[in-house]
């Protein structure tokens, strides 16, 4: 199976601050990364697909990049709302592994 | 607008069966998959499976074989995920997500259900 890590497992962060999430694959994945957004008792909700895709709806504050090994979520200027758990998920083969997530908090 | 609507939440012994279901509608849904997807409290998400609505073609994570099975039915536009043997680390929320792969394992999701809780308690 291909591992997914992330770093920072959490962050703390003040509205209107830009902070970046890594992703890292134990193999290349090429492009085939989805970035999901959790809250609280919540769904999670598809933001980013093919490592650099916005999802229909999604704000243009997210924004992912990278290819291979190593990927990265980026959301420029916070806002409330922003608050949760963020996870990785290669679509590159089964099983489709996640990542262990990062808690973005408020500082 | 895109809609999975999930059963209600289970309870259920060690060793018994539970089966979620999950209805689609704003879509057709034949054309996409569907994963299921669990994650138990505090923990990570965890892929289990996907189903082709298509021509009912599934993968399944060697994690859960043999102890899920995966169907769907299109005259309903609702699919369900059983799973046998529940043991106490069974207990988390199951989610069902429609998948843009429509005949081959597994691609990106893209709308979930409000998932399930499954408790696993003796």
């Known amino acids: 199976d291909i591992q997914m890590t992330q770093s920072p497992s959490s962050l703390s962060a003040s509205v209107g601050d830009s902070v970046t999430i890594t992703c890292r694959a134990s193999?290349?994945?090429?492009?085939?990364i989805s970035w999901f957004q959790q809250k609280p008792g919540a769904a999670p909700k598809l933001l980013i697909y093919?490592?650099?895709n916005l999802q229909n709806g999604v704000p243009s504050r997210f924004s992912g990049s990278g290819s291979g090994t190593d990927f990265t979520l980026t959301i420029s200027s916070l806002r409330p709302e922003d608050f949760a758990t963020y996870y990785c998920?290669?679509?590159?083969?089964?099983?489709?592994?996640f990542g262990p997530g990062t808690k973005v908090e408020l500082k | 607008q895109v809609q999975l609507v999930q059963s209600g939440a289970e309870m259920k012994k060690p060793g018994a069966s539970v089966k979620v279901s999950c209805k689609a509608s704003?879509?057709?849904?034949?054309?996409?998959?569907l994963s299921w997807v669990r994650q138990v409290p505090g923990q990570r998400l965890e892929w289990m499976g996907w189903?082709?609505?298509?021509?009912?073609?599934?993968s399944y994570s060697q994690k859960f074989q043999g102890r899920v099975t995966m169907t769907a039915d299109r005259s309903t536009n609702t699919a369900h995920m059983e799973m046998r043997g529940l043991r106490f680390d069974d207990t988390a929320v199951y989610y069902c997500?429609?998948?843009?792969?429509?005949?081959?394992?597994?691609?990106?999701?893209?709308?979930w259900g409000q998932g399930t809780l499954v408790t696993v308690s003796s």
């Open positions: 997500a429609r998948d843009r792969a429509q005949l081959v394992p597994g691609g990106i999701v893209d709308n």
């Open positions: 704003g879509y057709t849904f034949s054309n996409y998959g």
């Open positions: 189903i082709s609505i298509y021509n009912d073609k599934r």
């Open positions: 193999q290349s994945i090429t492009k085939f």
């Open positions: 093919t490592a650099s």
């Open positions: 998920q290669q679509t590159y083969n089964t099983p489709r592994t």
